[in-house]
């Protein structure tokens, strides 16, 4: 029981460790916007993944980039440059903020519903 505890607070110490790596020079108070859209990011790419993957899988893959096949099933269309797996190619790049902030605007632009919804400027 003891073991648990003490691996538990090591686990606990390295994600705090990490979360402050993460951010950098940003202020706490603005951090959460930060890592809220990056969750969002990640999420809305795992889901439209997992819709492009069912869309090529039932042999319509000329529909893998129309809005329409993926807004229909209440998922949101990710142009490639907003794509989980984009932002991860250039996540050591130091205009990575920027690529995270178009990302975002250019979800914003596929998908009126979350017109004015998602953080601007990271």
């Given amino acids: 029981m003891a073991k648990a ?7 606990e110490e390295a994600l705090w460790e990490s979360a ?8 706490p108070s603005e951090y959460k916007h930060v890592v809220l859209s990056l969750i969002f990011l990640k999420y809305a790419s795992d889901r439209f993944e997992e819709k492009r993957k069912e869309i090529i899988a039932s042999g319509r893959e000329r529909f893998a980039e129309n ?29 990575i903020a920027l690529k995270i902030d178009t990302a975002l605007f250019n979800i914003e632009k596929n998908n009126p519903a979350l017109r004015g919804a998602l953080p601007e400027g990271l």
Avoid at 71 to 79: Q, V
Avoid at 90 to 95: E, G, M, P, R, V
């Fill in 67 to 95: 809005v329409a096949f993926y807004t229909a099933d209440n998922i949101f269309y990710l142009p490639p440059e907003s794509r989980w797996a984009f932002i991860m190619e250039n996540a050591k790049q130091n205009d």
């Fill in 20 to 27: 402050n790596k993460l951010r950098g020079s940003v202020e």
């Fill in 5 to 11: 505890v003490k691996d538990e607070k090591r686990i």
